[in-house]
Nanobody, 126 residues
């Protein structure tokens, strides 16, 4: 059974930083890709980033590139998403997702993932 548990969200002022973690169990490290998405009420889920545990490549949406970055500070089972220079437009519920993808091919689409966490709220005040 694959389970994902997010943690690390919270409230921060504009310009601040937060880290999100996603503890993945049920997948061997190196066999899955980890995607991050965010969603605000009434809007579609938006892709944020993807990390391939097989080739260590990372991909970011244009809206977060240069501000968000993956790191392995949390160990192999818990890749971290470091978010910096946050703005009110980053306020959303953030979800991690995992699936056996070829690298991150197709990983920007929610439908590519069958395994999701329950979400972690990020709120950025202006």
């Amino acid at each position: 059974q694959v389970t994902l548990v997010e943690s690390g969200g919270g409230t921060v002022q504009a310009g601040g930083s937060l880290r999100l973690s996603c503890e993945v169990s049920g997948f061997h490290y190196g066999s899955y890709s980890l995607g991050w998405f965010r969603q605000i009420p009434g809007k579609e889920r938006e892709w944020v980033a993807c990390f391939s545990t097989s080739n260590q490549r990372t991909y970011y949406s244009p809206s977060v590139k240069g501000r968000f970055a993956f790191s392995q500070d949390g160990g192999q089972t818990m890749p971290l998403l470091k978010m910096s220079d946050l703005g009110p437009e980053d306020t959303a519920m953030y979800y991690c997702a995992a699936e056996r993808l070829r690298g991150c091919s197709g990983g920007s689409h929610p439908g590519a993932y069958n395994h999701w966490g329950r979400g972690s709220q990020v709120t950025v005040s202006s």
